[in-house]
């Protein structure tokens, strides 16, 4: 093996990594770069004091200029009900952004980042520092407010599906 692209063959890779269970989050952004979103399963809750969290966005995203340019994002932490919203974030459905955001009521907080107001929770979030790895830009964002919502069953992603627990 010389490089690091040769230690796990890619495909397995995202077998395996189907088989773990992750929330389902819809991220945001609003400002000078526009106003977007996408869905996102790989966040994290980095620190507590400070409150820090990341978010990993692919590179290839177009939204992923728009989150550094804009300095601030929301992490919305889906309802089970709400596999519509997921699905039309992902970019699955056709709809243009503006029509994704008419799927859901928002709000604002801290940072002008879009909060949707029938989140589980919402992390609204000032961008700190961004590390460029692999295919992903992994986003680090201080926590400036939190908006916490219903204990109603969560939206998961698990085997290339969603479910809801």
Known sequence: MDTLTDLVDP???REAMSRL????????????GG???????????VSDSPPI???CVNRKSLT????KRNGSFCINTLEGNQQDL??????????TMPQRFALGSWVTLATGAPVLESARASFDCRLTEVIEQGSHSVLFG????????SHDQALVYLDRSYRRV
């Open 11 to 13: 495909a397995m890779y």
């Open 21 to 32: 269970v992750a929330p389902v989050h819809v991220v945001t952004t609003s400002g000078e």
């Open 35 to 45: 106003s977007c979103g996408l869905t996102a399963s790989a966040v994290t809750s």
């Open 53 to 55: 969290v990341l978010v």
């Open 64 to 67: 992923n200029a728009a989150f």
């Open 86 to 95: 997921a699905e039309a974030f992902a970019g699955r459905t056709g709809l």
């Open 142 to 149: 201080l926590v400036e407010a939190v908006r916490v919502g």
